[in-house]
């Protein structure tokens, strides 16, 4: 049997109603239950308990839904009447059967004993049917986010793979133009990180040293493209050893660096693009300080890269990761702070 089924017959309401039943049984005659020593008596106590719980079950199925109606005042009236009903109906037996010495004694406060037991036992079931209904409804909460999630982030995953696509054939495309020679080496480049993308893109995390050597071959690319136009500089600290104790969600990072090159040309001042990566305990850091592209210059965004990579920090790292952009005259720098899980 699947872990699936197992949680579908472990929450199914016959099998949690008997559990509850056989608790409650336990609970309420655990005193008589010391004292019974013979079948009959036995068979007295639990007409006293079914008797006490189908008028508690009353309760729950037909008078408590008048408080999901709002009808208050109703809710009182024949929730006292019901109760009261079940106090004689349960005195009457218990009176002249389970237990005749309650003859010597005042009938009623005899009845109004019952009612009590009435009353403690519609109140402890309530309880016990509010909280397991509030369980269910925040576990099919959960479960719903839980899928809206997965199903954000594979449309987020469909939108990325012809955005990256298109920017590597792009560089691709430069090179040739600039360095021929070298293109079949590229292709190979390019292969590579294509078959990252392909193979970890649906991945749910992947280790830190792999995403930076991602990180590493792409920033290659770049180099090949712009050649000594762009002063291109990656720090990434510390070593790769120490970081790979870590993981992170694949994809994360490299739209900031995309973002970085795509947007920095400039022939009227220094063109440059430089991106420091640290990781420090479970703490990743990344900064990256590109120049301003020229305004005539500029290329045409659909802004994908950046909202992809928005929509998914808040998915995948709410609460764990600070996202900041500054920018001058002449520099622009994005800062992200993100907390890594370990393996």
């Not at 408590?64 to 024949?78: D, I």
């Not at 199903?151 to 995953?157: D, P, Q, R």
């Not at 280790?207 to 770049?222: L, N």
């Not at 640290?278 to 005539?296: P, T």
Request: proline share 3%; aromatic share 16%.
């Amino acid at each position: 049997m699947s872990a699936a089924e197992q949680e579908k017959w472990y929450h199914r309401n016959f099998f949690v109603e008997v559990v509850f039943f056989i608790s409650m049984y336990v609970l309420t005659m655990l005193h008589e239950m010391m004292l019974i020593d013979t079948f009959t008596g036995f068979i007295k106590g639990l007409v006293f308990f079914l008797i006490l719980y189908a008028q508690a079950q009353f309760h729950r199925f037909f008078v408590f839904p008048l408080v999901l109606e709002k009808k208050y005042l109703r809710y009182a009236l024949f929730s006292f009447i019901s109760t009261l009903l079940g106090a004689v109906i349960l005195f009457v037996p218990d009176y002249y059967w389970i237990d005749p010495y309650y003859q010597d004694e005042n009938i009623t406060l005899a009845i109004i004993y019952h009612f009590a037991l009435c009353v403690i036992s519609t109140t402890t079931i309530m309880s016990f049917f509010l909280i397991r209904k509030y369980s269910i409804a925040l576990r099919k909460k959960n479960e719903a986010q839980l899928l809206l999630n997965e199903m954000n982030i594979k449309f987020l995953h469909a939108q990325m793979n012809p955005h990256f696509f298109f920017n590597t054939f792009n560089n691709l495309y430069g090179v040739s133009l600039t360095a021929p020679q070298r293109v079949p080496e590229l292709i190979l480049k390019l292969s590579n990180l294509m078959r990252y993308q392909l193979e970890n893109g649906r991945k749910t995390a992947v280790g830190i040293c792999e995403e930076i050597s991602f990180i590493e071959d792409y920033i290659i690319m770049e180099k090949e493209r712009t050649g000594k136009r762009c002063e291109i500089v990656f720090h990434f600290t510390p070593p790769h050893e120490t970081a790979c104790q870590y993981r992170i969600a694949p994809m994360m990072l490299i739209a900031l660096v995309e973002n970085a090159f795509k947007h920095s040309l400039t022939i009227l001042h220094k063109w440059f693009v430089h991106i420091h990566i640290e990781v420090n305990g479970h703490m990743l850091c990344m900064r990256i300080i590109n120049s301003v592209g020229d305004e005539s210059l500029r290329n045409y965004s659909t802004g994908i890269g950046l909202m992809n990579i928005r929509e998914r920090l808040e998915l995948l790292y709410k609460g764990r990761y600070q996202y900041d952009t500054t920018s001058t005259a002449l520099e622009y720098q994005t800062t992200l702070t993100l907390q890594l899980n370990p393996f």
